[in-house]
């Protein structure tokens, strides 16, 4: 994973504070210590996996004598019935760190699949597809490495990494009477010049000004693929373009057809479905030591 591990992990252990609290009262209550199991990581429904390395440090956490070994890869494209991974050792470990293992690999594996069936839906046109920061708090920085395992590109990771007015800005400023073209000016004269300055705008009109006003990326907002298209000659060029709001697997190609540079899609992280995968114990290998 190119994700630092000191974040992963932090995000894997308070995943597990959150779902262990001050101890697992069945699995403690029916399981013997000295009780071991093993088991398969399965998956149920086609899909792109992300998340396997995360998934291993849930259980490794959870108890260090947990032996995983993982049969895919992320980024792999599987079927129902593929394992994934094969799991031995104390089974009080294995029931404790299942939960929170698969809820992490399912979310990732999601994001991974709805990235890829939007990136090869565009296949062959020169765009992006990008996420957004509608991601679920605390999981940002996994879910980005999921969008990017399905073939996607990340858009800035937080309110620090890029300058994006966006219209509430524009609502405040045009109380004192300051347009677009200030809004840009000002955003221009308060970050380093090694700052992009990107402007949401909702008419091709605006998108005009916009690009008049030296705007470095123009996100063009709910447009229709039409308005896009006027909005990408009034542009000429003079501004990388973003197509956000209203895009679905059903109408990308076509909005990639405008010419637009890249596509946004908060739904990549907001609402995408977990990807169905299981844990099952082989009940052969279920015993004590």
Known sequence: MDVPHWAV???????????????????????????????????????????LDVMA???????????LALLRQDGATVRPGDMLARLAGPARGLLKAERVALNLLQRLSGVATATARLVRAVEGLPVRIIDTRKTTPGLRILERYAVRV????????????????????????????AGIREAVARA??????????????????????????????????NMSPAEMRRAMALIAGRAMVEASGGITLANVREVAETGVDLISLGALTHSVKALDIGIDFELAAVGAR
């Open 188 to 221: 221009r004269g308060g970050v380093p010049h090694t700052i992009r300055v990107e402007i949401e705008v909702e008419t091709p009109e605006e998108a005009a000004e916009a690009a008049d006003a030296g705007a470095d990326a123009i996100l063009l907002d």
């Open 57 to 67: 440090l849930a259980f490794r956490l959870v108890d260090p004598a947990i032996d």
């Open 9 to 51: 992990e932090d995000i894997v252990r308070r995943a597990l504070a959150e779902d262990l609290g001050h101890g697992d009262l069945t699995t403690d209550s029916l399981v013997p210590p000295e009780a071991v199991a093993a088991g398969v990581v399965e998956v149920r429904e086609e899909g792109v996996i992300a998340g």
């Open 150 to 177: 399905g073939g996607g590109h990340n858009h800035r990771f937080n309110l620090s990494d890029g300058v994006l007015i966006k219209d509430n800005h524009l609502a405040v400023l045009a109380q004192e009477g």
